[in-house]
């Protein structure tokens, strides 16, 4: 068994030490927020918090979270920081289809915990690693900016 901490409860998983979380976590823990884009690291539509660090679970073994703490988009959604940057989102029209949108918001999260404050180069570098294929990225930016000046003293 490995015991970690999904979205704030403590969780035991049958997993074997191989197996992605990503798999485990639209498999047994049926959380199908986590998006499978690619398998290989590279879109980030998989993104989730991993002891505080956006990471493409995608890529992470099973074996290496025995004690961890994970954060999906379905955990984050329960929350006001999530509240106050979906509000952005929709306020500059930053979804479009709606595919990366989990994992680009917990890189915005992620950004706005290091940096309350983001310049523009901060946040395109902080969603570097997150595709979309549709927005252009532009109202992606005004997004976490917007919910920079909105959610004042959340992170």
Known sequence: MINFILNDEQVSSKANQNERLLDVLRDEFHLT?????????ECGACSVILDGKLVNSCMVAMGSIEGSMVMTIEGYSK??????LSEA?????????????PGMMLASECILEENPSPSEEDIRRGISGNLCRCTGYNAIVEAVGTAAKEGKGLW
């Open 33 to 41: 927020g986590a998006k499978c884009g690619c398998k290989e690291g």
């Open 79 to 84: 929350t006001r920081r999530f509240q106050v």
């Open 89 to 101: 989102y929709a306020a500059v029209s930053a979804v479009q289809c709606g595919f990366c949108i």
